[in-house]
Structures are given as structure tokens and as C-alpha cells.
């Protein structure tokens, strides 16, 4: 993502002549934030899933006598 990214900031900086160019690396630069974002959004969920299954399971276990209280 951060070569993706200074790749595209590395064409805007040399002044491309046209606008199709600018708007390509414009566009270009837009989906990799948004791939980054998304990527972020779902690693974020996939910890709260980990981090709730882990509570569950304690949470069974303890009460069922696995583990002593409190652990």
C-alpha cells in the first residue's frame, strides 16, 4: 500500500501535463486509501469476533469448573 501510494504521489510531484494524467493518478491514489480503509475495517472486525469468542470460551470455562475464578 505505501509503494502503491508513493508511486502515485512520486507521477503528481514530476507535473504531468494533462488532466487525464492527473486525473488517473488522482483515481489511482483514491482506491488505495480505500483499499487501506477497507482492509483496516475488517481486521478490526475480525479482532472483536477473536476477542468475543475468547470471552465465550472463558467465560464457559469457568463456569464449568475448566478454569479456577477469575483467570
Do not use: F
Request: aromatic share 4%; hydrophobic share 50%.
Amino acid at each position: 500500500m505505501v509503494a502503491e501510494w508513493l508511486a502515485c504521489w512520486t507521477l503528481a510531484q514530476k507535473g504531468l501535463g494533462s488532466n487525464h494524467s492527473r486525473d488517473t493518478v488522482a483515481y489511482s491514489l483514491r482506491q488505495a486509501v480505500h483499499t487501506h480503509r477497507a482492509s483496516a475495517h475488517q481486521a478490526a472486525k475480525l479482532v472483536a469476533v477473536l476477542l468475543r469468542i475468547a470471552s465465550v470460551t472463558a467465560g464457559l470455562a469457568e463456569s464449568n469448573g475448566s478454569l479456577p475464578l477469575g483467570l
